[in-house]
């Protein structure tokens, strides 16, 4: 059978993939063509059903669990791993850099949690987020909810527009957590420890999900086939440099390793028990907070 298949250039997903596309294992009598686009094209693109098979953030899978079916492999998810909240450190005060900064485990979610949100951009000052349904949104909105005013920016802009003042602040995903401090940006938060002190779980961030019109066969082969080129990947980490590096938006290779070895993981190859638990509270809680839509 023939499947449409998405994934974003991200070293992390063409790392995965890259034994399944260029058919370095047994695919089963799949086979696929393929499209790659950022997170927030991939989410668009699963919104309009284009793709059997896609990559899409957590945030975005909350709104379409009755279409698509998550998969065990595949997954980017774990701890130490979550959007950065970044800034230029033009338009705070050491001061206040201290008052919201990197105490976040304690100050948001411990034992202060008045101060929860206390951090917001200046008056009219935006906030540069790389999608509208990443999860680095829907996490900005749980950790700081006074922060009104955003704008959809290609997540490889980000740095720059933040740096040339155009931005009060960014989110800053993949790559990009590697290299925000040589480019003269700090951190104001981690939402990933965010999550993390306040359910003691990984943070899921994007997972693979396929149409649950498919037949049952069909997805569960598939399922097998991107868990095989996990393994491989695993098994290979060198067979998969070059497609890594030709989509890659980093062209340091000790980047793009780093980048590898942050968010392709055991829960890349089966989610788990305890992955699973993850996305089970990510969804309970969106819906609880009215971030994403209750199903019936």
Known sequence: MHLRLAFSPCPNDTYIFDA????????????????LGDVEELNQLAFAGEMDVTKLSYH?????????????????????????????????????????????????????????????????????????????????????????????VLFSDIEARVLSGEFAAGLLIHENRFTYHERGLHKIADLGEFWEAETGLPIPLGGIVIKKSL???????????????????FDHPEASAAYVAQHAQEMDAEVRKKHIALYVNDFSLD?????????????RQGRERGVLPVQS
Do not use: C, M
């Open 20 to 35: 399944l596309v260029h058919q370095r294992i047994d695919t089963e009598g799949l086979t696929f063509s393929v499209h």
């Open 271 to 283: 989610l788990g028990k305890e992955g699973h638990a993850a996305v089970a509270a990510f969804l």
């Open 215 to 233: 037949p049952k066969a069909v997805r569960e082969t598939f399922d097998r086939v991107l868990a095989r080129s996990v393994q491989y990947a």
């Open 60 to 152: 975005a899978y909350g709104h379409l669990t009755k279409s698509y079916q998550l998969l065990n492999a595949g997954s980017a998810l774990g701890r130490g791993v979550g959007p950065l909240l970044a800034t230029s450190d033009t338009n705070w005060s050491r001061a206040s850099r201290q008052s919201t900064g990197l105490t976040i485990a304690s100050q948001l979610l411990g034992k202060d949690k008045k101060s929860k949100g206390n951090w917001a951009p200046p008056a009219g000052a935006k906030v540069a987020i790389p999608g509208t349904y990443t999860t680095a949104n829907y996490l900005l909105g749980l950790a700081f909810p006074g922060v009104e005013t955003k704008e959809e």
